[in-house]
């Protein structure tokens, strides 16, 4: 904020609150008391880099003395030679040094002053933190990770390094700089990942093709703004390895079966009859056969298997059998046979896109933030997010659903105060199929009957904060005695939605018969966009 921004935004104040003070109590001509005191980055938590500017201002009204008073050493301020305590209304100042400070505000007013709402002393005291970082300085370190999963040793990090790594093997980042970025952007040459943007600072990263390849990072944050860029040239380089050649994801890709393998193969060795593949849709033989194979040839560790006129549809369900013996990689090893593994869809969940503010992992919201919407006839159940399991990352919701009991919960945004407008929502589209699902972690099922027809269930249900529209009403899952305990467990459903909207996700968890309560985690809620077979 500039110097003229911050003074147009104090005269406003001011003139906010003599008005407020008149409408008060016209007949009264004494200036009302009210406490105003602001700074230029009091919407980012007073967060700055060193050397950084910071303005304070005290816009009060019926202020009679005042005194700021700054750590020592520190702070700068601008025009005055006393760095330590200004009785200015405005105060701007430059910090020097990294770390967190307080600084501390003493007023005396002509009468009670009023704080918010709250008529307090005449005088007060109050005191605002300031934290100031160092400026983005990027730094790694790399250790090899050995093959059976445990860290290995530390990677040379400098220009030319020429790190050897057999093919197939993986390195472990770990970003060691100052100044606390936002966001890591990694650019690996041919590995897997090439490029990522994360907000982790570990990383792992397999290299897959033979060569000599640079790397860079870049560490960067919006406000206050910071950015720098590491570059390595020839920091990496994969030689051929002796490890087992294994296929580690298939997936679709424009239409066809694709198989990635550990690392690159060699073309002429790739035969059709070495494959095998079966797709099922709701238990009926689609296909069993092919048209061809090839090599991707943006990718020379990958398969594609295409299925000539047959479409594949996200409700299908694809299993592939390979036979080594003939398909090498590069550097010489045989690639090794599997049987009947499962094709999974690469899909993105729309609750963690930029346009959803659906804490789908239950990691950036507390039990607060999640309320409970009641449920007439049934015992009200408890809920809590939760750090004892999580399917990724550090937490998840925790239900414990009482005997016979209920549950609705949805999140809400604590910045809007009004119950009837604090939805959190997500975009869908009335013309396209959606997957619903999630990770649940059952603890204690309780003591269901599976000769019940009303199973515990957990449904998942979509509403418009106009309740102009509704989607949901998926069993995903039903906790029937044969489900899984003490692990996590996906489930999901498809779903259209009514019209092309916002929507507001809602918790139902359902515990009708069951004697004993039921306890359980969810993790990674998730909605796909997706395309199901006519």
């Not at 990691?363 to 449920?375: A, C, H, Q, R």
């Amino acid at each position: 904020m500039n110097k003229i921004d911050f003074n147009i935004i104090a005269v406003i104040l001011v003139l906010i609150f003599i008005v407020a003070a008149c409408n008060k109590d016209d007949s009264n001509l004494n200036e009302a008391s009210h406490q105003v005191i602001f700074t230029s980055e009091m919407d980012f938590e007073n967060t700055i880099e060193v050397n950084g500017e910071l303005s304070f201002g005290d816009v009060s009204s019926g202020i009679e003395s005042r005194i700021w008073t700054f750590p020592e050493g520190v702070v700068d301020i601008i025009d005055s030679e006393n760095d330590l305590t200004s009785t200015e209304g405005n105060v701007k100042t430059v910090w020097n040094e990294i770390g967190v400070y307080e600084v501390n505000l003493k007023q005396t007013f002509t009468e009670d002053a009023y704080v918010g709402t709250v008529q307090q002393g005449k005088e007060l005291e109050s005191n605002i933190i300031v934290t100031v970082l160092d400026s983005i300085q990027n730094n790694f370190e790399a250790h090899y990770i050995n093959p059976d999963g445990t860290i290995g040793a530390a990677l040379d990090i400098s220009d030319s390094a020429e790190n050897e790594i057999p093919a197939a093997r993986s390195v472990r980042f770990t970003w060691t700089g100052l100044g606390e970025p936002e966001v890591y952007t990694w650019d690996f040459e041919r590995a897997d990942p090439a490029e990522i943007s994360t907000m982790d600072s570990i990383i792992d990263v397999r290299y897959k093709f033979l060569g000599t390849f640079d790397l860079s990072l870049i560490g960067s944050r919006s406000r206050p703004f910071g950015r720098d860029t590491l570059f390595l040239e020839d920091f990496i380089k994969v030689v051929p390895s002796t490890d087992p050649v294994v296929v580690e994801e298939i997936y679709e890709l424009d239409g066809k079966i694709a198989l990635s393998f550990q690392r690159e193969l060699e073309p002429n060795t790739l035969e059709d009859s070495d494959f095998s593949i079966s797709v099922y849709n709701d238990g009926e033989l689609i296909t069993d056969t092919f048209e061809s194979t090839s090599i991707n040839p943006d990718e020379g560790n990958v398969v594609l298997i295409d299925l000539g006129m047959e479409l594949i549809y996200n409700n299908d369900s694809i299993t592939v059998s390979f036979v080594g013996g003939n398909l090498m990689s590069l550097d010489g090893v045989t690639a090794t046979s599997f049987t009947d593994e499962q094709l999974v869809f690469r899909k993105i969940n729309i609750l963690a896109g930029s346009s959803s503010g659906v804490d789908y992992s239950f990691e950036s919201t507390t039990t607060d933030e999640w309320i409970s919407l009641g449920w007439d006839g049934f015992t009200e159940s408890s809920f809590e997010i939760s750090s004892d399991q999580a399917y990724e990352g550090n937490s998840s919701l925790y239900i414990e659903m009482n005997a016979e009991g209920g549950i609705v919960i949805r999140q809400r945004d604590l910045n809007i105060a009004d119950p009837a407008m604090n939805f959190v929502t997500f975009p869908a589209n009335a013309t396209k199929d959606y997957e619903i699902g999630s990770w649940v972690y059952v603890e204690e099922l309780g003591s269901t009957d599976p000769n019940e027809l009303l199973q515990p269930d957990l449904r998942y249900y979509y509403q418009t904060p106009e309740l102009s529209a509704f989607g949901g009403d998926r069993l995903t899952p039903l906790f029937d005695p044969e489900f899984p305990t003490n692990q996590w467990v996906y489930s999901s459903g498809f779903v259209k939605f009514d019209e092309t909207s916002d929507f507001y996700s809602i918790i139902r968890g359902w515990n009708p018969i069951n004697p004993e309560s039921l306890k359980f985690y969810i993790d990674n809620m998730v909605l796909y966009e997706v395309k199901l077979r006519p």
